[in-house]
């Protein structure tokens, strides 16, 4: 029989906290950038010219019919060939923002479309501008139709950021694979890993809620 | 008879197709300044999609529209402009969800007329006070009922200083009950004056505001008369077939 | 020797490729049998089952996929289970499939009307035949677009295997990056192969989505 020991892993703690918090970090800024780029991506995937419609179905279908691991080796290995040689860090947070950017335009789109064509036309009628139109009718009820979506995405997302540690991106998986080669607890390493990683995502969906319930509620009937 | 300044909304010889359907033809209609419409007819024979075409809902595929000396270009050009004269109030109300009461009336004037908060609001305040509904300024549409939702509708374009109100079967989607408060509302309006087009089967508003009434058929004008010689004399037989539908009813 | 990305070397991505179908086919069937059992304990009258259920799901749901590969990888051993490298990776695969096909299979199962089953149970059928017979055949029917929708997640899951050294698609990219000194070529290669596998299912997920709605 086996002999656990979790003993060395816990003693690595402070790498494992380090390794935590650039979780949080690289997913909250890449959800921040992903949100608004994806934004962008779904305007041009509704807007009224053809070309741009076809390549942001283009980008979005290309984005999400491929893994992020094969994502994340093309950006960090092959950009350099053209020129733009970025750091592990830099690799990760750009991967993560172009893949997650993708997933959040189609979701916001069928947001945006189970919106009633009414409520725009009553902001045109209004005298108000398409993007003003968009902005500020549109948008809050869009978001709120599919928020929860949001938020699933987000937090497999937030579970994404354990590839980078392929490219030596300094986060929480990367940190457990140091505590691993020092230690050969592999199994105790990686449990305790998957339990963090456990409470990160019940944190996130605990947090993403809160900002849900402030920003997207309004009594509905 | 009408001096060019006191018209308010002229319609030349306007067509439009949805598709191969032609929805509105030839139609000419001048409406002047402080002047009550009624526009009515069978389902489906254009009267939406005639008062869509003045605020530039719908693009029309010939002739000129022109509100307030201003005309409505190709493609909706000048549409934002000719919207700001014009308010509309929806058979749906389609007041935004996610704002109070306070703030559908206060979003466009503060986007469009750049006004500061305190003048939206006091602005916003004194036309649901008109329309007596400023006690739930605070709450959200979906806390007020069909009726009251439609009122706050109607304040939310008045705060926009409308030249035209237009009004799209603005009681067809309320309980009977509430039907009332809303028409008691529009002969307020009327009363002061503005210049309107409504669209309804409500014959007693009619009766009671308008200055002319117009029948429509198969997107064309059929009549266009006084409340009392069109409910009395109708000349048109599809008038008569029409009237007699729906005063039966 | 520096060799040039050419035939040969596409060559030696595509037989890779042929791990990543085999192993994204092997995980669906195996996590699709253990999903229906997830599912079920997850919509059963026994609040024990759809308690433990309610957690398996949140396990999956709530740990990235890699641990989870990890962990099957260095906990098989432990339970003096021996397997190949493979085989554990299928293994994982499969327990991640199950806990996510065992989410929206469901949600298909509560989407069918309460009547149909109790509609059922007036005919005097037992819990077997009412699952069989009556709520599966509809939930299978409300779950395909989002069932489709999975495998292509599967496909790239199968990916994660290169980081435990298994020579499926992307680990074949990585070795031809290693001796072609051209990533860039490569990567793209490797990802439109990817795309090639996965965008069928994608249109085929859309479509049936589509007829879905459509018959509302
Ligand atoms: N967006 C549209 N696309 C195609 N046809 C339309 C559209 N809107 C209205 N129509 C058609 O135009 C005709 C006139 O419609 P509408 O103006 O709504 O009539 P009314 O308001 O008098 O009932 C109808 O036959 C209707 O089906
Ligand atoms: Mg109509």
């Given at each position: ?221 | ?26 139609i000419?209609l ?7 419409l009624v526009l009515c007819g ?5 009267k939406?999609?005639l ?146 087009i409504?669209v ?10 308008a200055?002319r009434v117009i029948f429509m058929?198969?997107?064309?004008i059929i009549e266009t008369a006084?409340?009392?010689?069109f ?19 | ?216």
């Open positions: 029989m086996y002999d656990f020991d979790f003993a060395p892993v816990f003693q690595a703690w402070r790498l494992l906290a380090a390794g935590a918090w650039a979780t949080v970090y690289i997913s909250a800024i890449s959800m921040a950038l992903g949100l608004v780029f994806g934004i962008v991506l779904t305007a041009m995937r509704m807007a009224p010219v053809a070309a741009l419609r076809s390549i942001a179905i283009g980008y979005i279908e290309l984005i999400r019919n491929t893994p992020f691991l094969v994502q994340v080796f093309f950006i960090y290995f092959g950009m350099p060939e053209l020129g733009l040689r970025l750091n592990a860090m830099e690799a990760a947070i750009l991967t993560m923002t172009l893949n997650c950017s993708a997933y959040i335009a189609e979701i916001v789109r069928s947001g945006v479309e189970s919106i009633r064509k009414g409520q725009i036309e009553a902001g045109r009628a209004l005298g108000m501008s398409t993007p003003d139109v968009y902005r500020f009718i549109v948008f809050r009820p869009a978001i709120r139709a599919v928020y929860p979506s949001l938020c699933s995405q987000f937090i497999l997302m937030m579970l994404n950021t354990s590839l980078v540690a392929s490219i030596s991106a300094q986060e929480l998986t990367y940190a457990a694979q140091m505590i691993d080669n020092q230690t050969f607890r592999s199994f105790e390493v990686y449990f305790v890993l998957g339990a963090i990683y456990l409470i990160l995502s019940q944190l996130f969906s605990l947090g993403l809620g809160l900002i849900g319930r402030t920003y997207f509620s309004y009594p509905t009937k | 008879m009408t001096t060019q300044n006191n018209t308010t909304i002229r319609m030349s010889a306007v067509n439009k197709w949805f598709g191969k359907m032609h929805v509105l033809r030839d000419d001048t409406v002047n300044k402080g002047e009550h069978p389902s489906g024979s254009g939406s999609t008062i869509r075409c003045i605020n530039a809902l719908e693009e029309i595929q010939g002739g000129t529209i022109e509100v307030n000396g201003n005309q409505l270009g190709k493609k909706g050009a000048n549409a934002d402009h000719i919207r700001r004269d014009v308010g509309m109030v929806f058979q749906q109300f389609n007041l935004f969800p996610h704002l109070t009461v306070l703030q559908n009336c206060m979003l466009a004037p503060r986007r469009i007329h750049r006004i500061s908060e305190a003048e939206a609001r006091d602005k916003a305040m004194h036309f649901l006070e008109q329309v007596h509904i400023a006690e739930h300024g605070h709450k959200y549409p979906a806390q007020l009922s069909g009726g009251q939702q439609q009122r706050v509708a109607i304040a939310r374009a008045l705060c926009m200083g409308p030249q035209v109100m237009l009004f799209d079967e603005p009681t067809s989607a309320l309980d009977p009950e509430m039907v009332k408060e809303v028409l008691d509302t529009m002969i307020g309006l009327a009363d002061q004056g503005i210049t309107m409504c309804t089967h409500e014959m007693g508003f009619a009766r009671a505001v200055h058929d198969r997107g064309e006084p409340p009392t010689e409910f009395g004399t109708p000349r048109h037989d599809r008038t008569r077939a029409f009237l007699s539908q729906i005063l039966n009813h | 020797m520096i060799r040039t990305f050419g035939f040969p070397e596409i060559l030696f991505v595509l037989e890779g490729a042929k791990w990543t179908i085999l192993m994204s086919l092997a995980a669906f069937v195996v996590g699709g049998l253990l999903g229906l059992l997830v599912a079920l304990a997850r919509t059963s009258g026994i609040r024990p089952l759809r308690i433990f259920a309610a957690g398996y799901i949140q396990i999956f749901q709530g740990t990235p996929l890699l641990i989870q590969l990890f962990l099957v990888y260095f906990g098989l051993p432990l339970l003096g289970v021996k397997v190949e490298l493979w085989l554990a990776v299928i293994a994982g695969l499969s327990l991640h499939a199950s806990g996510f096909l065992g989410e929206i299979w469901r949600g298909s199962i509560q989407a069918v009307p309460d009547g149909q089953s109790e509609a059922g149970r007036a005919l005097g059928l037992g819990y077997a035949s009412r699952m069989r017979d009556i709520v599966l055949p509809q939930a299978f029917r409300i779950s395909l677009p989002a069932t489709v929708g999975f495998m292509v997640n599967l496909t790239k899951g199968t990916a994660l295997a290169a980081l435990l050294g298994l020579t499926e698609l992307t680990r074949s990219g990585q070795l031809m990056s290693n001796i072609t000194f051209e990533p860039l070529k490569v990567y793209a290669t490797v990802g439109l192969v990817y795309f090639a596998i996965c965008l069928p299912l994608t249109l085929c997920s859309a479509q049936l989505e589509r007829r879905l709605n459509a018959q509302g």
